[in-house]
């Protein structure tokens, strides 16, 4: 038999002519052929490659294009030193595909993700190499660091959170560049008078777009209540 120019699904086309020799087969099902590609000298070459910047605890998604297309492959890669990472993707009708990395930290950042070989899913597929337009950088950008303080002259102490009943307290939050309360308000620093104990909490956006949230309970105590009692008639003197 004579194979000319064959799609072999992992990217690439063998070139040339494959010829295969031996003896005649014995039935009409035994008259098949079943070809296995191994290692191609020639590694495969992706178009482009690119990661999206994230936040610290988020997962980026990497893109990249030079596939097959509307195939599945299986993809060996590895995140700065940390080696034999594993993601399974599908190609659109154009090549291109994307995959997550898990959760990434901000030690992270500006770590290399390599993209080391691919392998087409299917049965007996073997993983073949990619040398180049294989790695992006990756960006990862930090939480806010956020603190909140309180400001009061009520309660057990100044400042302590813990207010009688009546009483005010102004908290102030610190660390990011917008601020946005439970209670609706847009700004670092609230007033509140709550009548029990109530936890407010605030979001802090950075500049990047990540986002801390810190919460902040205000107990109140109730005022007391004198109780006048009578314990009964007394003599005059």
Do not use: H
């Not at 993983?127 to 990756?138: D, M």
């Not at 009548?195 to 109140?220: D, E, F, M, R």
């Amino acid at each position: 038999w004579t194979i000319r120019n064959v799609d072999f699904g992992m990217g690439f086309k063998l070139s040339g002519t494959v010829v295969l020799t031996g003896t005649q087969p014995t039935s009409a099902e035994s008259n098949k052929v079943e070809i296995l590609v191994g290692n191609d000298q020639t590694p495969l070459v992706f178009g482009c490659m690119s990661a999206n910047e994230v936040c610290e605890g988020q997962k980026s998604t990497v893109s990249f294009s030079g596939l097959r297309p509307n195939t599945t492959f299986n993809l060996k890669y590895s995140v700065g030193t940390t080696n034999n990472l594993t993601a399974s993707v599908t190609t659109d009708a154009q090549g291109n595909a994307s995959f997550q990395t898990a959760a990434l930290t901000l030690g992270q950042s500006g770590a290399t993700l390599r993209i080391d070989s691919v392998q087409r899913a299917v049965s007996g597929a073997c993983y073949l190499p990619i040398t180049s337009n294989n790695t992006t950088v990756l960006a990862v950008n930090p939480n806010p660091v956020v603190a909140i303080t309180t400001t009061d002259n009520s309660g057990i102490a100044n400042n302590d959170a813990i207010l009688c009943e009546g009483a005010s307290t102004t908290l102030t939050a610190s660390g990011g560049g917008t601020y946005l309360w439970n209670t609706g308000a847009a700004t670092s620093s609230i007033t509140v008078s709550p009548a029990t104990s109530t936890s407010y909490s605030v979001t802090v956006t950075s500049n990047k777009g990540c986002q801390t949230v810190k919460n902040q309970l205000i107990t109140v105590y109730p005022k007391p209540q004198p109780i006048a009692s009578n314990s009964g008639p007394v003599c005059i003197g």
